[in-house]
């Protein structure tokens, strides 16, 4: 009995038992000074052959990695939320949508720099403020003798030329939109 | 029976799991697993045996605080391995940058003491592998039956799998398997007897001190 349980240790010094047997024989070590004195004596043997000598393998080292363990926290499994977001974050084909994602930012990036460009250099940029409706019964001028202020609560029409506007929203926070007339 | 390798990557796939899930005693398992290659590769970046084997206590611990982000993207001794060897560096650094010996005044004569005791406690003869163990281990494995030797010589000198010397040995893998068993338990009988008679010298030696 005690010669078929050291067969054993030989062939897990050697990582040649199955895994199931190996666990239940390091199990089995852990518990048994005996088994714990030869395991340590295989170890010793395979020392000296291969390194002629050095530190002696001894359960000593083991009580006080135990013991330093004691004060460690005991690890939990990770939360199965946190693990389920992390999974589904893997499967996330993020190479598929980088780049159309990334194109679409710095076009509209592009978009939001030029048509502030244009804005700023208008001629008449934040300057003027008029509204787009023509009032009823105006008598067909331009733009900027049909100012009516009554609408400036709502959102501002800035006046660019004669046939174009720049809609913007309260405080300039809103992005812009061109409103051109032909043939006026 | 499994193929080397193989077999222990999984044997520390199913402990790292019970370790991520709680269970302490797994990893103290590993630690009984890998303690010895782990302190033999320690010693080959710090000769002085009682710093070796702190720093080895000290990668283990790293090791299980890390463990959660073990992801078994490399096998589990890999880890291991590279967790040691820059704990050992890290301790190289961290001892240059300390006063040497020499700077440390001990403030009182009891501290002095404490520390001869400690000293005491960890000499070399109590870490290290003694040059009678050595000896031991050679004189067994000459008076080892030829087979025997070639079997344990193959294994352990030059590496080789069963497999491996079943094929230079000419016979099967479970003849190796036996060999190499009959090696290693002849051999650790001849340690047990060395040890047993070195017990008996220092229990003489302590016996007058006891009556005293």
Redesign the interface.
Known sequence: MQDDV??KL??L???????AE??DL??K??QDSQLLS??Y?????????????????QPE??E???M??AE?A?????DSRSGRWTESLKKFNFGRWTMPVAMAAVVALLVVLVSKQVFFNSPNSGLQIAVAKKPSGSSGGTGRQATDYSRLEDYYFLVHSEDSLYLTGPQHVLGYARIVSHGR | MKGEGRSAVQIDQELIQRVKQGDKKAFDLLVLKYQAKIIQLITRYIKDPSEALDVAQEAFIKAYRALPGFRGESAFYTWLYRIAINTAKNHIAARARRPSDEEIELETAEQFETAIRLKDQETPEGILLSEEVAEAVRQAIEALPEELRTAITLREFEGLSYEEIAEAMNCPVGTVRSRIFRAREAIDRRLQTLRAGMRGKKAKKLEPSAQE
Do not use: H, M
């Open positions: 050291n067969w030989s062939l010094l050697d990582d040649e038992l199955e895994p190996a666990i390091l199990e070590i852990y030869k395991w004596g295989y170890q010793t043997i395979r020392q000296v052959l291969k390194a002629g000598g050095g530190i002696q393998p080292f083991l006080r990695v135990k330093a363990l460690e005991i690890l939990v499994p990770s």
